[in-house]
C-alpha cells in the first residue's frame, strides 16, 4: 500500500512542468509605513528601507536564476506601496487593465502603472469600477477568481468579464486580515498541463471565505490544498508559482510540506520587511501575459 503510494506521488512530481513567467515588479526604495489601510500597518513602528530593498532583490533573485523574465517599474516618491505591484493592473494577452483603487491613499499609482503598460506595448484600458488588480483577480486556467469584500467591488466583476471575455467567479472575503484575494488563494497551476489536460489547481484559506464562497471553492476546486489557519497567518498563500516552483514565506511550514506531498517544489523567500506594509511574494509580483 505505501510503495502504491510513492509510486503515485512520484508519478504526479514528474508530471509537474514549468512554465515560463514574465513579471512586474518595483524595487521598494521608497518603501515605509506612514498610513494603515490594512491590519498588517502599524506607521508607528520602525521600518527598515535597506532591509525591504535586500528581502526584495532575492525574491528578483529567485525568479530571474530560475529563467524568468522580469521587468521593473520606478517607485515613484510619496507612494510606498508601489512596490505591491500586483495591485497595479491585470494583463491577459496583452491587454492591461488598471486599476482604481478603494483607498485614497494608492490612488496616484493608477496613472504611472497605466503610463507603464502603454509604454511597454500593451493595449490599456482605463477600469470604470473600484477595483485593485490582480490582488483580487486570479487567472485560473480560463476562468478570473475575483474577490470582493474589502477592496474590490462586485461591479468590477461584471466589468472584468466584459474587457476580457472570460468566466469570472466572485469570491467574498469575510477576515480583515486578508483583505485581497491574493492573501487568501494560491494558483499553482494556472494553465493547462500536456496534452491538454485541464490540471489547474490552487491553495486556500478556508476561513478567509464567506460560507457561499467556500461552498463554490470546494466544488470547483476538489484536489485543492486547504492551508491551515497557521500558516495563512504568516501569508504563506500570498506566493507565485510557475507550475513546478512554488515561492512561499519560509515560516509556512505546513503549505511547505504540503507542496512537497504534491511533487511542488517550494522555494522560500522571506519578505518579513514587506509584510509590515501588509504584503507579500505575490503582492510584490505581477504576471505580464502576452505582449512585447
Ligand atoms: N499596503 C498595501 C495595501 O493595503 C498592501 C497591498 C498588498 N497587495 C496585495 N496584492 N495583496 O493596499
Known amino acids: 500500500m505505501s510503495t502504491q503510494n510513492t509510486a503515485a506521488s512520484a508519478a504526479s512530481s514528474s508530471n509537474r512542468i514549468q512554465q515560463h513567467r514574465r513579471y512586474l515588479m518595483c524595487r521598494p526604495e521608497h518603501f515605509t509605513v506612514t498610513y494603515s489601510i490594512n491590519p498588517w500597518m502599524e506607521p508607528d513602528r520602525p521600518t527598515d528601507t535597506a532591509k525591504a530593498v535586500a528581502q526584495w532583490e532575492e525574491l528578483y533573485n529567485a525568479y530571474l536564476s530560475l529563467g524568468h523574465e522580469v521587468e521593473l517599474i520606478d517607485q515613484v516618491p510619496g507612494l510606498p506601496d508601489m512596490v505591491y505591484t500586483a495591485n497595479g493592473g491585470f494583463v491577459i494577452d496583452g491587454k492591461a487593465l488598471g486599476v482604481k483603487f478603494r483607498v485614497e491613499e494608492r490612488r496616484g499609482e493608477e496613472q504611472p502603472f497605466m503610463d507603464w503598460f502603454a509604454a511597454n506595448g500593451f493595449d490599456v484600458v482605463v477600469p470604470q469600477e473600484v477595483q485593485e488588480g490582480e490582488g483580487d483577480f486570479l487567472l485560473v486556467g480560463d476562468t478570473i477568481l475575483a474577490g470582493t469584500g474589502f477592496r474590490s467591488v462586485g461591479d468590477s466583476h461584471r466589468e472584468i468579464a466584459e474587457v476580457f471575455g472570460r468566466e469570472v467567479v466572485s469570491l467574498t472575503l469575510t477576515d480583515p486580515r486578508f483583505y485581497h484575494l491574493d492573501t487568501a488563494i494560491a494558483v499553482l497551476d494556472p494553465v493547462e498541463g500536456p496534452g491538454g489536460v485541464e490540471k489547474a489547481n490552487i491553495a486556500y ?88
Do not use: M, W
Not at 476546486?221 to 497557521?230: F, K, N, Q, R, T
Open 205 to 292: 484559506l478556508p476561513g478567509a471565505f464567506d460560507e457561499a464562497s467556500r461552498r463554490i471553492l470546494e466544488e470547483r476546486y476538489p484536489d485543492a490544498i486547504l492551508v491551515s489557519d497557521e500558516d495563512g497567518d504568516v501569508f504563506g498563500l500570498n506566493s507565485a508559482s510557475d507550475g513546478l516552483n512554488v515561492f512561499i514565506s519560509p515560516r509556512a511550514h505546513g503549505f511547505e510540506r504540503q507542496l512537497r506531498e504534491r511533487g511542488y517544489n517550494p522555494v522560500l523567500v522571506d519578505l518579513s520587511e514587506l509584510l509590515l506594509g501588509g504584503g507579500g511574494i505575490k503582492c510584490c509580483t505581477l504576471e505580464l501575459r502576452g505582449a512585447r
